[in-house]
């Protein structure tokens, strides 16, 4: 929605993102003149987003620093979210945004709620880096215009755009873990107002690799198929994109010589329109109309465990936005929700909200919004929610934030990788959960030695009034999912800074802290395969014309508390682990080649799978996964460019 | 210490230029720096939108104007010069 309006909103606070026509050979090379100075600085990859709301763009520039070959691998260069396997046989990743889960982040793409139910356990493998223009990463309480789902924050995928320049783009990557990617973009101008694109991807994973000798697949070995056509058209007052995108996985895990198991066989397809009628640019009056519609198709065998489930989901929204004045604006809109995976889950939720901003000069940026909506199944709930941002002058801002959240629990379609566990799964009649979510954030802009450093200090608190709880210690025979039943909440602390060291060269610094808790059994206990802390390092060179770019990063990953142990089959707690990765790119007219290594240092947790050799038995368990699963991997790639200039 | 003899013994020079079409967004000078970076001798390239202006710095043994001019035409701009070459010391 944001890129439909950019050009109606973009007086308020979105000026930038209309700039993102990347093609894979630009420059990243920034060039500002003031008055007769004239300063020559490298762009940023990750960029602050204008506006009330917390919040990072993490631009094409950010994605070249690795091979990023999905959603999942995008995030390792920069301090914004964590990434880590929630289960060591199927492959299944989870975002940890503010120390939690990510279900509590909303996922959206073009900026419409995706990626809902069964599609969360694998949803960061289904987007293909080489398709992405770009992700926008909301930390805290966000927008009530996008639902009242997100808790910890949002994070927006866009992808490349079909009015951009045309051509086409072709990227094919290795590993040296048996991994091959294709992928494919190309668009056409078929006038001045309409243009149509293609994005296609291949991925496959062939290899039978088991590093620890524990008789298991280290990854679950992925081959998936995936295709999306674009549409966009740019009247004089309407506006529209829409798109369809199918996509196929077949992800294949287990022992690699015996008999235990797991397949999952995944058919996605998927449909968007977004349209938006301009009915007064000078004041940025318009009203838009969003749909997404997907069917997800999961089959799923863990051993001989099966779950099938065919989720369908439609959502729709029609909002109407103006500014009134220079200073005050408003969005306002109803939108519906409608979730079926079968006869007992389903929920048809509609809803209405209106959000007002108010905006002084941007030095003070005020964002009230409120959302009443009725679910089927727990009734009329509200979510109010409210931003502040102060820019005194130029070298700090100050943003603060509070909002409420909820969550309907699709409890086994969230968690069905649970299943891989030889522990029993009991899930409880859950309650919608309900959290608030409050935050303050600075950032500092400060200059030294003709160069700014950027800082940035932030700390969250989520407390939840209503949780569904994933308890592996109560009983050492079963995973249950149930009702929170006392506190439950995240402290996160974090602190980044980034500098241009020498012509050319940026570092980045950050450390987090979590302080993550809830109730288990009546006992209020951290929560567990959570790491108490979080360290990045990066650098990253491009020489002066940008033909050759360096890039390096050092994670430290802090321990945490490992679920009880039973029978001392694993310690209490996990330590700490280092990751180092590094890139080299070499950048041509119409080309670029890669080669980087990722786990560069080698570390993996040794004992990934719990007692991997009897899974049949109630204590072998591949889901306590807080570490890298396989070693040192190198890859090389290269980007194609065809008839862009 | 040879190497950075012969650098300094580079005839470095710096050439202003103006395009037809002219160069009014970030997308043109990203194509402009994207694309003339590879051509043979060039050391810097500076774009300014306020002034419309390429300001590049090449090895004039390498290269020259005219050249780069013809590398403005490969990505269809026309590029004419608006300031004497000045050698740079």
């Not at chain 1, 805290?140 to 789902?149: D, I, P, R």
């Not at chain 1, 206990?525 to 990063?553: C, H, N």
């Amino acid at each position: 929605m944001k890129y439909i309006l950019t050009s109606i909103m973009m007086m308020l606070y979105l000026s930038a993102f209309g700039q993102e026509k990347d093609s894979l050979q630009t420059d990243t090379i920034k060039t500002q003149n003031l008055s007769d100075v004239t300063i020559t600085s490298r762009r940023t990859g990750t960029r602050k987003m204008g506006g009330a709301v917390n919040g990072v763009m993490i631009n094409k520039e950010e994605l070249f620093k690795a091979a990023c070959c999905n959603l999942g691998e995008s995030f390792t260069t920069n301090p914004s979210v964590d990434v880590n396997y929630s289960d060591a046989a199927t492959g299944a990743k989870q975002i940890k945004l503010l120390g939690l889960s990510g279900t509590y982040v909303q996922m959206l793409t073009e900026n419409l709620p995706n990626f809902r139910g069964a599609a969360a356990p694998y949803a960061l493998d289904y987007v293909p880096g080489p398709w992405m223009s770009g992700i926008q990463v909301s930390k805290g309480a966000s927008s009530v215009k996008n639902g009242y789902e997100s808790i910890t924050g949002q994070i927006d995928v866009e992808y490349l755009k079909p009015d951009d320049e045309e051509g086409v783009t072709l990227n094919l990557y290795g590993n040296t873990k048996s991994r091959m990617d294709a992928n494919a973009d190309a668009n056409i101008h078929l006038n001045s107002q309409l243009s149509t694109e293609l994005l296609a991807h291949y991925q496959d994973d062939y290899g039978h690799h088991d590093e620890n000798d524990d008789g298991f697949l280290d990854q679950a070995n992925v081959r998936q198929w995936n295709l999306q056509n674009r549409w966009h058209y740019r009247g004089y007052n309407f506006i529209f994109h829409g798109g369809i995108s199918m996509m196929k996985e077949k992800r294949e895990g287990g022992q690699t010589e015996h008999h235990y198991k797991i397949g999952i066989e995944t058919n996605r397809y998927e449909g968007y329109m977004k349209h938006a009628f301009i009915l007064d640019p000078a004041h940025g009056t318009n009203i838009a109309v969003m749909t997404n519609l997907s069917m997800h198709q999961l089959e799923a065998n863990y051993g001989h465990k099966h779950y099938d489930v065919n989720q369908k989901n439609a959502y729709t929204q029609m909002l109407f936005e103006t500014n009134f004045t220079k200073q005050h604006s408003l969005s306002a809109g109803l939108s519906l929700n409608y979730d079926y995976l079968n006869r007992d889950e389903k929920e048809t939720t509609p809803g209405i909200y209106a959000q007002y901003t108010y905006n002084l000069n941007d030095k003070v940026v005020a964002m009230a919004g409120l959302r009443a909506d009725h679910s089927s199944r727990y009734g009329t709930f509200v979510t109010p929610r409210f931003h502040l941002k102060l820019t005194p002058n130029e070298i700090v801002s100050l943003r603060l934030s509070v909002g409420k959240g909820y969550r309907t629990v699709w409890a086994l379609a969230e968690n069905n990788y649970l299943l891989a566990s030889g522990r029993q799964l009991v899930i409880d009649d859950l309650k919608q959960e309900q959290a608030w979510n409050s935050g303050i954030s600075s950032s500092f802009y400060i200059p030294i030695l003709g160069k700014t450093l950027k800082l940035n200090a932030e700390y969250y608190h989520t407390h939840f009034n209503r949780q569904a709880v994933i308890d592996y210690d109560s009983n050492p025979t079963e995973i249950r999912i149930t009702n929170l039943d006392g506190k439950s909440y995240s402290n996160t602390f974090q602190i980044d800074a980034s500098y241009l060291l020498l012509e050319g060269m940026e570092l980045t610094v950050a450390w987090r802290l979590n302080d993550v808790k809830s109730t288990y059994g009546g006992k209020l206990m951290e929560k567990p395969l959570t790491s108490r802390y979080k360290g990045l390092v990066t650098a990253s060179y491009k020489t002066p014309l940008g033909i050759w770019q360096f890039d390096a990063t050092l994670q430290l990953n802090g321990g945490g508390r490992m679920p009880t142990p039973v029978d001392g089959l694993w310690e209490e707690r996990f330590h700490a682990y280092e990751q180092v990765s590094a890139q080299i790119t070499r950048w041509f007219r119409h080309f670029s080649v890669y080669i980087g290594g990722e786990n560069l240092s080698g570390f993996r947790q040794k004992q990934p799978i719990i007692n991997a050799a009897d899974p049949w038995s109630s204590t072998f368990d591949p889901t306590m996964v807080w570490g890298p699963v396989h070693g040192a991997m190198f890859y090389a790639g290269i980007r194609v460019n065809i008839g862009r200039l | 210490m040879l190497t950075a003899m012969v650098a300094l013994a580079k005839d470095i020079k710096t050439v202003v230029l103006k395009t037809q079409p002219e160069m009014h967004c970030e997308s043109c000078e990203k194509k402009i720096k994207g694309n003339l970076r590879f051509e043979k001798g060039i050391k810097n390239i500076i774009t300014d939108l306020k002034t419309k202006t390429v300001t590049i710095e090449y090895d004039a043994d390498k290269t020259n104007v005219q050249n780069i001019i013809k590398g403005f035409k490969k990505i269809k701009y026309e590029a004419t010069e608006v300031k004497k070459d000045k050698s740079k010391k």
